[in-house]
């Protein structure tokens, strides 16, 4: 019997067994290099060499990250925060002068609540803007 075979059948036994199972595994594995001192050596080579591929790889996308992603994340916030503080001031510069006419229209269909919001006056939103949203008449 295969020691993946002897494993399996003794993992599906109780939790007890379980310890035995990788204790059986681990035997396994190293009688299989234990004979071949060459192979065992490859063996740990490529182990190293997949731990120093994997460390430098880890080490290029934290630098990605760091260097290049949080610059252009912040530049970005930037330029939003300001194309909307302009947009802000533009909604209140016209505010002032726009006729009744000129504001979007109330259709019956917008703004149905049944009963108020628990928060403040029972009429603003959890996300009210003065501006943008029209007050229940």
């Given at each position: ?10 993992v ?18 190293h ?15 490529e ?9 430098s ?22 330029r ?20 009744p006419e000129?504001?979007?229209p109330?259709f019956?269909?917008q703004?149905i609540r049944r ?6 006056d029972?009429d603003?939103t ?12």
């Amino acid at each position: 019997m295969s020691s993946i075979l002897r494993t399996a059948h003794i993992v599906r036994q109780s939790g007890a067994a379980r310890v035995t199972a990788r204790n059986i595994s681990r035997r396994s594995y190293h009688q299989i290099y234990d004979g071949n001192v060459a192979r065992g050596k490859k063996f740990v080579d490529e182990q190293k060499a997949i731990h120093h591929h994997a460390a430098s790889t880890a080490g290029m996308w934290y630098k990605v990250s760091l260097y290049l992603a949080l610059p252009l994340v912040t530049v970005s916030l930037i330029r939003s925060f300001k194309q909307e503080t302009e947009h802000i001031a533009h909604i209140k510069h016209h505010a002032s002068e726009e006729e009744p006419e000129d504001l979007a229209p109330e259709f019956p269909y917008q703004n149905i609540r049944r009963k108020d919001f628990f928060w403040g006056d029972g009429d603003k939103t959890l996300f009210w803007n003065d501006l943008a949203n029209a007050h229940r008449a």
